[in-house]
Structure formats: C-alpha cells, structure tokens
C-alpha cells in the first residue's frame, strides 16, 4: 500500500486547509484510517481518525477545529482543518490501522504505510 498525503501549505493563523491522503494498491474503504503529525523536535501525533463505519476521533488539540472524512468511491480521506494555529505547524501524514473511537484518541495498532507527508505551516 502506498499513501501519499497532500494539500499543505502556507497560511496565516486562522485560515484553513484541506489535506488529501489517497491510497494506491489497496482499497481503503474497509480500513480505520488516522492523520498524524509531526513538528521538528517533537514525536509524531495522532491527532484524527475514522473507521470503515465512519466513527470518528481527535485529539483535544484539534477538537472543533478538524474533520476528518473519507471518500471511498476515491479512495480518500481528507482533514479540513479550520481556525489554524501556528502550533499546528507539521509534516502531516496519513496512515491505516485500527483506532479508540471511545474516550482519548489512541490506536490499537497501526500499519506501517507511512507514504511522503505534507507541509503545512502557520504564521503567526
């Protein structure tokens, strides 16, 4: 499987963008699938997930603020991120696995597909 996420950039604190992880080589729809991210000096975050049956998590720093949701007909899940924050300066990358839909955001376990991430970064 290989995923490769897109969509970053570069915009102001408050503004929006919408990441896109398409897969290649295997269908998703039947896959809990996860957005991470990673700031220099720091480990990578889970910050939103969803499952085949669209339930969805996130973490506390993004609650209200991302949504996570899949395309299955593209084979693709995107993260509308809204109202960014310079803190949410990362590579973001997508990837498949099982998830807690229930309480804190935290996988069960996770596959090793991590593809090319994507940039984004907020001004302040």
């Known amino acids: 499987v290989q995923l490769q996420a897109s969509g970053g950039g570069l915009v102001p604190a408050g503004g929006s963008l919408r990441l896109s992880c398409v897969a290649s080589r295997r269908t998703l729809s039947s896959y809990g699938m996860g957005w991470y991210r990673q700031a220099p000096g720091k480990q990578r975050e889970l910050v939103a997930a969803i499952s085949s049956g669209l339930l969805t998590n996130y973490a506390d720093s993004v609650k209200g603020r991302f949504t996570i949701s899949r395309d299955n007909a593209k084979n693709t899940v995107y993260l509308q991120m809204n109202n960014l924050k310079p803190e949410d300066t990362a590579v973001y990358y997508c990837?498949?696995?099982?998830?807690?839909?229930?309480?804190?955001?935290?996988?069960?376990?996770?596959?090793?597909?991590w593809g090319q991430g994507t940039q984004v970064t907020v001004s302040s």
């Open positions: 990837n498949s696995g099982s998830y807690y839909y229930t309480g804190p955001l935290r996988p069960r376990y996770e596959y090793d597909y």
